[in-house]
């Protein structure tokens, strides 16, 4: 909705309505029946305030939800049977849509040469459907609802042309990642000699960090165009070089210093250049093969940025088991592309 020449509004609102219905036996014979249905209901707004032909001021703010997953219930199902199996005590099947209300602000400047852009947010969850680090036996993240959470922070990008073959880039998050209280569960057994399982040990922790959740992220990125002047083909040659920092993060939702994974940097290389096949008489006929050559890691970092973990607690020994395991990323490796575009 346009007001005036500088002023604009919108205004969304969505319905939905899933309905699950599970039958049937898992690989152990476990019956997986299970029945459920939700209503959502999602509004979102916003507002647009052009102060001038380079300067724009906006807010917006969006309700939204999200259901569980087949696998994150059937986890659960699987988790009581064994309790029950075992006579101890579940959490039972009790698993809630997620719900997060999302308000946003910022400003964005624009010139033909500068481009710069701030934006903050603040992302409120209510029984956030939450990784937790561990993995079921086929490899699925498993989820648990947490009751009060949020994502709150600031983006700053800038994109800049000092000249005609040079151009600078990059971006900045700070933000904070954070659950109110949080309770771990973990599967607990008498001792490390016999396994026999007694239930789930509960440890309750309180203002966490969110399982991989940086609080400081960053990009940067240089452009040259050498021939950008040229009159000749030579102009659409390039090297690009970008960098990208991630700050420490965690793999698990108790902020354990044991369980983190350390900031890490990694630069990658790309040098590209277009030929035509034949003479071109618009700017959009034409015939051309376009070669690249990206070099990823350039400085061939060792790093790993993601992980998992699953802990045990054996009530005799009043000791924990842990078993983790990461992923490793490449280290220095290379790809050269053939595109040809006509």
């Known amino acids: 909705l346009l007001f005036a020449d500088c002023l604009t509004a919108y205004a969304d609102l969505q319905y939905r309505g899933v309905w699950l219905k599970m039958a ?15 209503q959502f ?3 979102r707004a916003g507002l647009s305030w052009r102060m001038n032909q380079n300067s724009r001021l906006y ?37 809630r ?37 561990k993995l079921s036996s086929v490899g699925y993240a498993i989820k648990e609802n947490v009751p009060r959470s949020w994502r709150r922070g600031v983006e700053a990008a800038a994109n ?18 954070k659950i109110h209280s949080y309770t771990a569960y973990y599967e607990m057994y008498d001792n490390m000699d016999e396994w026999n399982y007694l ?33 000749k083909s030579l102009r659409s040659a390039y090297a690009t070089l970008n960098g990208k920092y991630v700050g420490r993060q965690y793999y698990d939702n108790t902020h354990s210093e044991e369980r983190c ?39 061939n970092r060792m790093y790993y940025a993601d992980a998992w973990v699953w802990r045990a607690y054996f009530q005799q020994d009043d000791l924990y088991y842990s078993d983790t395991g990461i992923y490793p990323q490449a280290p220095l490796n290379w790809m050269f592309k053939v595109a040809w575009r006509f």
């Open 24 to 38: 049937g036996p898992e690989d152990d014979g476990v019956s997986l029946d299970h029945n459920d249905n939700w």
């Open 41 to 43: 209901f999602n509004p």
């Open 59 to 95: 807010a917006s703010a969006a309700l939204g939800h999200r259901e569980p997953g087949r696998s994150d219930i059937k986890e659960l199902i699987l988790d009581a049977n064994k309790a029950s199996s075992a006579g101890a005590e579940s959490r039972g099947v009790d698993i």
């Open 97 to 133: 849509p997620e719900k997060m209300l999302d308000i946003e602000f910022g400003y964005e400047f624009s010139t033909d040469k500068l481009a710069v852009s701030a934006n903050v947010y603040l992302m409120e969850y209510w029984d956030m459907l939450l990784e937790t680090g």
């Open 160 to 177: 800049w042309k000092p000249l005609s073959w040079m151009q600078v880039g990059g971006n900045l998050t700070l933000s904070t990642n």
């Open 199 to 231: 239930g789930q040990h509960k440890v309750d922790f309180s203002n966490t960090d969110i399982l991989m959740s940086p609080s400081v992220t960053g990009t940067a990125t240089v452009t040259f165009r050498p021939f950008a002047t040229s009159s």
């Open 261 to 299: 994974i350390p900031a890490y940097f990694v630069s990658d290389l790309s040098l590209g250049y277009d030929f035509p096949l034949r003479r071109r008489t618009e700017p959009d006929q034409g015939s051309t093969i376009a070669l690249s050559l990206h070099i990823n890691n350039l400085f």
